[in-house]
C-alpha cells in the first residue's frame, strides 16, 4: 500500500532549496507543527548500540550527537512508510548476519539511503542557517544538487510505487563477520554517497549512486572473500577499498524517470556515454594506503608498513599468493 497511491507527483526540494521544518522531508507534505520531526536514526538503532549521546561529527566540523539529527516528517509517511521498515531492520539486526540475508536489497537500500538523506538534510539545513546568519544565499554545487536530488528521488519509493530497473543504481555488499556484541562502526562519506556499518556478526558496504560498478571494480576481491567469515580488520580493509574506488569514480549518472499509469520507473542511463576515459581513475597505491590506515586505526598500522611493498601493498585479506588469508577473528 503507498501513501499517495495513483498519485505519482514526485517531490523535488533540490529545485528551490527547500529545507525548512514546515514541509516533510520526504513527501514536501505541508506539516500540522513545527515539532512534527522525527530522528535520522531511529530509537531501537540508537538504544541497540548506545548511540544517543555518542558524538557525531558533520562537514563544518561540529559535533553534534547521534539522537540530536533529526528531520521534519509527516506523521503519514512515518507511520505507513518509515516505521515499518525500521521494524523489518531492527527484527533482521536482531537475527544478525542470517536475519539481514533475508532482508530485500530494495528495502536495504531505502534505509541506508534514509540514514544517509537525512544526514544530508541535516547538513543543508545547517548550511542555511548559518549563511543566513552571516546575510548570504546558501549555495549548492549543480553537481551535488543532481547527485543529492536523485537519492530523494530514489528514496520516494517508500511512499510511491517505483520500480528499479537493472541495472540497479546501487552496489550493497553484506558480510559474515566475527561475532562482536558489544562493537559498532559506522561511516559515511556523503560526496561519495558511501556507507559501511560493523555490528554483532555482520557487515555492510553501500555505494548508493554507482549503478554496481564499484561491486565489479572489486569482484576479483569478492570472490576470494565470497563464504568466508571475516574478522574486523578484513572487513574494514574491505571498506577502504570501496570507499576509496567510490572517490576514484569518475561519472555523474543519469537516471530516466519515467511516470506510466501503475509506475515509475527508474533505468541507469549508460556511465559511458560520449566519453572514452575509464569510469574509474587510477588507483594510487599511496593514496590507497592512507585511506587503508585510516579504517585500521584500532590495528595502529602506519602509512609506511601499509606500503612497504608499493606493489604489495599490505593486506588481511590475501596472502602472498593472492588467496584469502586465514587470521584470528578477533
Not at 111 to 122: C, V
Not at 197 to 211: K, P, S, V
Not at 278 to 307: M, S
Request: charged share 20%; net charge negative.
Amino acid at each position: 500500500m503507498y501513501l499517495y497511491g495513483m498519485d505519482f507527483t514526485l517531490y523535488q526540494p533540490f529545485k528551490t532549496l527547500q529545507f525548512d521544518a514546515k514541509h516533510c522531508f520526504l513527501s514536501g507534505q505541508a506539516l500540522v507543527s513545527s515539532e512534527e520531526e522525527k530522528g535520522v536514526f531511529a530509537p531501537w538503532f540508537l538504544q541497540a548500540f548506545g548511540l544517543s549521546v555518542r558524538p557525531f561529527k558533520l562537514l563544518d566540523e561540529s559535533i553534534a550527537t547521534y539522537q540530536a539529527l533529526k528531520v521534519p516528517c509527516s506523521s503519514a509517511v512515518y507511520e505507513e512508510a518509515i516505521a515499518p521498515l525500521e521494524a523489518e531492520i531492527q527484527e533482521a539486526f536482531l537475527k544478525g548476519y542470517e536475519g539481514l540475508k533475508e532482508v530485500s536489497e530494495i528495502k536495504l537500500f531505502q534505509w541506508i539511503a534514509k540514514l544517509l538523506y537525512g544526514i544530508i538534510y541535516h547538513e543543508i539545513k545547517q548550511g542555511i542557517r548559518q549563511q543566513k546568519t552571516l546575510g548570504e544565499a546558501f549555495t549548492l554545487s549543480q553537481a551535488m544538487a543532481h547527485k543529492f536530488g536523485n537519492l530523494h528521488i530514489m528514496l520516494q519509493s517508500l511512499i510511491q510505487p517505483i520500480n528499479f530497473e537493472e541495472p540497479k543504481p546501487w552496489s550493497i555488499q553484506m558480510f559474515k563477520l566475527a561475532q562482536e556484541d558489544n562493537f559498532f562502526s559506522y561511516r559515511d562519506e556523503l560526496n561519495t554517497l558511501s556507507f559501511s556499518l560493523r555490528a554483532h556478526d555482520f557487515g555492510i558496504i553501500a555505494c548508493l549512486q554507482d549503478n554496481g560498478t564499484n561491486a565489479q571494480y572489486h569482484h576479483g576481491i569478492l570472490e576470494i572473500c565470497d563464504d568466508q567469515t571475516l574478522s574486523p580488520a578484513q572487513f574494514e580493509e574491505l571498506c577502504a577499498r570501496f570507499f576509496y574506488s567510490a572517490y576514484l569514480f569518475n561519472r555523474l549518472p543519469e537516471y530516466a524517470v519515467l511516470p506510466t499509469s501503475e509506475t515509475i520507473f527508474i533505468e541507469a542511463m549508460p556511465l559511458q556515454g560520449i566519453s572514452s576515459k575509464p569510469i574509474f581513475d587510477v588507483w594510487d597505491v599511496k593514496t590507497y594506503g592512507q585511506v587503508l590506515e585510516n579504517f585500521c586505526k584500532p590495528w595502529g598500522f602506519t602509512l609506511l608498513e601499509i606500503i612497504k611493498d608499493p606493489e604489495k601493498p599490505m593486506s588481511f585479506l590475501i596472502d602472498e599468493a593472492g588467496a584469502f588469508q586465514q587470521q584470528p577473528l578477533h
